[in-house]
């Protein structure tokens, strides 16, 4: 089936829409511009006259006739008005003027006229040309002028009675413009929307067959992921309309129009089925039920239950695909859930390695990328990038190329770019003391070292004393050879023993500690209390789960993010007294470490000190330099 197109959203009769405006009644407000308005007229009428026409008394024209001054003259009824031209300039005015003066009984008039010359001629009453000139003209622009202001102000009126209408964007296939090329490592997900990209091109076929193709398909993944991506991508195969709307449009204001707004948008895309009707981040509108109160939630929950109705209205082969995204699945509701209605469930995963090559092909595509450039390496060096951070970090190489004046994107631009994205922008401007620069320098090679010696840890990429970001004055940039989806728990300690190991080398060396580890022990303590609480990895605690995590299990990795006590006080008691156990067996690891290992430390930190960054070749060349062949590799 072709395309429907439609150039723009057309407004179409909407017999259960916003009710009508009410009818109208003459405005007050009309009497008033209409007194308004003869007030005006007054005083433009007399200032039009005052301004041009110089009304004199009756004496002082026969004075000026008298001398010989008044050329011409016309004679009303009731006026005469002509024109005077002085004898001799006046110092404050001009010499000649249009006069007006109201006619006095005088039966000598014609006669002084003559004989001084002056050309007069008598006028019957302008009546009509007056009314027409000085009244009818201008209450005729007021009037335009009025129908004007009211048309305008009469749509402005109507846009606000038409909130409820759904703002859904209906744009027709070549304007998503995305296809499934577009997306990359997620082959999984891509397998199972083509069917129903397959359905929305031939749905005859799975109508023959008595096949039901899902009505609701839910992607659910971390954010960034390419979920919107995805959904577009559908709607640009199957080249089909793509009515997308997200989540918090629904959720407006007013009670009762994000409601109206689903039935709009339900009804709008039944009308050009086959279709895709998309809700992104579902769980602004989809949340579990009766669980908050207040205003926002009565409307949140009607247009929740609208979505249900509708979902259940229409019928499952009617061409109307429904999607929806959200990074929150724990939360939704579970009526939306059950099958009927999104009972189909697809996952984005934060990509794997080759993933992450693929996207990283995707996004270089258009993109002059030097030879020395691998990809291979920059997924590697990525791991936990999800699709939006890769596009991001190829977007920053460019710009990194632009302000070198490279006509290419080099390595080095890419890895710029990847440290940029991981810790901020450099802050090389950031003015520090030698002597705070030596704590950083002993601090960072203090974390590398630590994580050099431990045999579980992940390797160290990096160690740098620029400044990065918001805080931080130096870093130290540890990344896993490959993916991980669960930790052992041996590499859980190292994690703890690397995470302190700054703190630990300031001791050793200064003997004095700083504020500077606050965020490594903020990070020690989550995963060390992930270990006891949840993980069950204390022997004294044991297996139970004490911790209800507050957090979706996307937004932390494996081992951070917040818990809520759910155990006696007794139990959080030892909890607390595991978590010290576990953090400070790591602190002592760490300082045993760099005592055994005293020259490396002062040996690297100089070295750092000198060329502010050490990269993973330079960094492990010189401990095997300092500790001879025994060193681990
Ligand atoms: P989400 O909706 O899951 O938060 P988006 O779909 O908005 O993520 O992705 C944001 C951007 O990241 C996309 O516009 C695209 O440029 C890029 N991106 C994300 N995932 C992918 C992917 N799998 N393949 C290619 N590009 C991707
Ligand atoms: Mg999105
Ligand atoms: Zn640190």
Same mark, same amino acid.
């Not at 179409?12 to 511009?33: D, F, L, T, Y």
């Not at 070549?174 to 296809?179: H, P």
């Given at each position: 089936?072709?395309?429907?197109?439609?150039?723009?959203?057309?407004?179409?009769?909407?017999?259960?829409?916003?009710?009508?405006?009410?009818?109208?009644?003459?405005?007050?407000?009309?009497?008033?511009?209409?007194?308004?308005?003869?007030?005006?007229?007054?005083?433009?009428?007399?200032?039009?006259?005052?301004?041009?026409?110089?009304?004199?008394?009756?004496?002082?024209?026969?004075?000026?006739?008298?001398?010989?001054?008044?050329?011409?003259?016309?004679?009303?009824?009731?006026?005469?008005?002509?024109?005077?031209?002085?004898?001799?300039?006046?110092?404050?005015?001009?010499?000649?003027?249009?006069?007006?003066?109201?006619?006095?009984?005088?039966?000598?008039?014609?006669?002084?006229?003559?004989?001084?010359?002056?050309?007069?001629?008598?006028?019957?009453?302008?009546?009509?040309?007056?009314?027409?000139?000085?009244?009818?003209?201008?209450?005729?622009?007021?009037?335009?002028?009025?129908?004007?202001?009211?048309?305008?102000?009469?749509?402005?009126?109507?846009?606000?009675?038409?909130?409820?209408?759904?703002?859904?964007?209906?744009?027709?296939?070549?304007?998503?413009?995305?296809?499934?090329?577009?997306?990359?490592?997620?082959?999984?997900?891509?397998?199972?929307?083509?069917?129903?990209?397959?359905?929305?091109?031939?749905?005859?076929?799975?109508?023959?067959?008595?096949?039901?193709?899902?009505?609701?398909?839910?992607?659910?993944?971390?954010?960034?992921?390419?979920?919107?991506?995805?959904?577009?991508?559908?709607?640009?195969? $199957?080249?089909?309309?793509?009515?997308?709307?997200? !989540?918090?449009?629904?959720?407006?204001?007013?009670?009762?129009?994000? $409601?109206?707004?689903?039935?709009?948008?339900?009804?709008?895309?039944?009308?050009?089925?086959?279709?895709?009707?998309?809700?992104?981040?579902?769980?602004?509108?989809?949340?579990?039920?009766?669980?908050?109160?207040?205003?926002?939630?009565?409307?949140?929950?009607?247009?929740?239950?609208?979505?249900?109705?509708?979902?259940?209205?229409?019928?499952?082969?009617?061409?109307?695909?429904?999607?929806?995204?959200?990074?929150?699945?724990?939360?939704?509701?579970?009526?939306?859930?059950?099958? !009927?209605?999104?009972?189909?469930?697809?996952?984005?995963?934060?990509?794997?390695?080759?993933?992450?090559?693929?996207?990283?092909?995707?996004?270089?595509?258009?993109?002059?990328?030097? !030879?020395?450039?691998?990809?291979?390496?920059?997924?590697?060096?990525?791991?936990?990038?999800?699709?939006?951070?890769?596009?991001?970090?190829?977007?920053?190489?460019?710009?990194?190329?632009?302000?070198?004046?490279?006509?290419?994107?080099?390595?080095?631009?890419?890895?710029?770019?990847?440290?940029?994205?991981?810790?901020?922008?450099?802050?090389?401007?950031?003015?520090?003391?030698?002597?705070?620069?030596?704590?950083?320098?002993?601090?960072?090679?203090?974390?590398?070292?630590?994580?050099?010696?431990?045999?579980?840890?992940?390797?160290?990429?990096?160690?740098?004393?620029?400044?990065?970001?918001?805080?931080?004055?130096?870093?130290?940039?540890?990344?896993?050879?490959?993916?991980?989806?669960?930790?052992?728990?041996?590499?859980?300690?190292?994690?703890?023993?690397?995470?302190?190991?700054?703190?630990?080398?300031?001791?050793?060396?200064?003997?004095?500690?700083?504020?500077?580890?606050?965020?490594?022990?903020?990070?020690?303590?989550?995963?060390?209390?992930?270990?006891?609480?949840?993980?069950?990895?204390?022997?004294?605690?044991?297996?139970?789960?004490?911790?209800?995590?507050?957090?979706?299990?996307?937004?932390?990795?494996?081992?951070?993010?917040?818990?809520?006590?759910?155990?006696?006080?007794?139990?959080?008691?030892?909890?607390?007294?595991?978590?010290?156990?576990?953090?400070?067996?790591?602190?002592?690891?760490?300082?045993?470490?760099?005592?055994?290992?005293?020259?490396?430390?002062?040996?690297?930190?100089?070295?750092?000190?000198?060329?502010?960054?050490?990269?993973?070749?330079?960094?492990?060349?010189?401990?095997?330099?300092?500790?001879? $062949?025994?060193?681990?590799?």
């Amino acid at each position: 089936m072709p395309p429907k197109r439609r150039s723009e959203r057309e407004p179409e009769p909407h017999p259960e829409g916003p009710p009508p405006p009410p009818r109208r009644h003459v405005p007050w407000s009309s009497v008033w511009w209409l007194v308004a308005m003869f007030l005006l007229l007054w005083g433009w009428q007399s200032a039009v006259d005052t301004f041009t026409v110089q009304t004199i008394p009756y004496s002082a024209f026969k004075k000026h006739v008298v001398a010989g001054e008044v050329t011409e003259i016309v004679i009303e009824p009731e006026l005469i008005h002509g024109h005077i031209k002085l004898a001799e300039k006046p110092k404050d005015g001009p010499q000649e003027l249009e006069f007006r003066t109201v006619r006095v009984e005088d039966k000598d008039l014609v006669d002084d006229l003559e004989a001084h010359d002056v050309t007069f001629v008598g006028e019957l009453p302008r009546l009509v040309s007056r009314l027409l000139i000085g009244w009818l003209l201008p209450i005729a622009l007021m009037i335009g002028l009025w129908m004007l202001l009211s048309r305008r102000l009469g749509a402005a009126a109507g846009q606000a009675m038409s909130f409820g209408k759904s703002p859904a964007k209906l744009s027709p296939t070549d304007e998503t413009g995305v296809t499934f090329a577009d997306v990359a490592g997620c082959e999984e997900a891509k397998l199972e929307l083509s069917e129903v990209v397959d359905f929305l091109k031939n749905p005859s076929r799975y109508q023959a067959l008595g096949a039901r193709i899902p009505k609701g398909i839910l992607l659910v993944g971390p954010p960034g992921t390419g979920k919107t991506l995805l959904a577009k991508a559908v709607a640009g195969e $199957a080249r089909v309309p793509f009515y997308s709307l997200s !989540g918090s449009d629904f959720v407006e204001m007013f009670v009762g129009v994000g $409601a109206a707004r689903v039935r709009d948008l339900f009804e709008q895309a039944a009308k050009s089925a086959p279709c895709i009707i998309f809700i992104d981040e579902l769980d602004a509108v989809g949340r579990q039920r009766g669980v908050h109160m207040g205003v926002v939630n009565d409307e949140r929950e009607q247009t929740l239950n609208q979505l249900l109705v509708e979902m259940d209205g229409f019928e499952a082969n009617s061409g109307v695909i429904l999607l929806a995204a959200t990074n929150r699945p724990d939360v939704l509701d579970r009526a939306l859930l059950r099958a !009927g209605r999104f009972d189909r469930q697809v996952v984005l995963d934060a990509p794997d390695i080759d993933g992450r090559k693929a996207i990283l092909e995707v996004h270089a595509r258009g993109k002059p990328l030097a !030879g020395d450039v691998d990809l291979g390496v920059v997924a590697q060096a990525t791991p936990g990038f999800a699709g939006a951070d890769l596009a991001n970090t190829l977007n920053e190489a460019a710009l990194l190329a632009a302000r070198r004046g490279d006509d290419a994107i080099h390595q080095v631009d890419v890895e710029e770019a990847i440290e940029k994205v991981i810790a901020g922008p450099e802050r090389k401007s950031r003015r520090l003391s030698d002597a705070l620069k030596r704590r950083i320098a002993v601090h960072e090679v203090g974390h590398a070292l630590v994580a050099y010696f431990s045999p579980h840890a992940d390797p160290v990429h990096k160690v740098s004393i620029v400044p990065r970001g918001q805080a931080a004055l130096g870093y130290t940039l540890q990344l896993p050879t490959e993916d991980q989806f669960i930790l052992t728990r041996s590499e859980l300690v190292d994690r703890i023993k690397g995470l302190l190991g700054g703190r630990a080398a300031e001791d050793v060396v200064f003997g004095e500690v700083s504020s500077g580890a606050e965020n490594d022990l903020e990070k020690a303590t989550a995963i060390a209390r992930q270990m006891v609480a949840r993980l069950g990895m204390s022997e004294r605690v044991g297996l139970p789960q004490l911790g209800v995590r507050d957090e979706s299990p996307f937004l932390g990795g494996p081992g951070i993010g917040g818990l809520q006590r759910d155990c006696a006080e007794d139990t959080a008691r030892e909890v607390d007294v595991e978590v010290r156990a576990l953090m400070s067996e790591g602190y002592d690891a760490a300082r045993a470490i760099l005592r055994g290992h005293r020259p490396t430390l002062d040996r690297i930190t100089e070295q750092l000190l000198k060329c502010e960054t050490l990269d993973h070749e330079a960094f492990t060349a010189l401990v095997v330099e300092i500790e001879g $062949a025994a060193a681990p590799a």
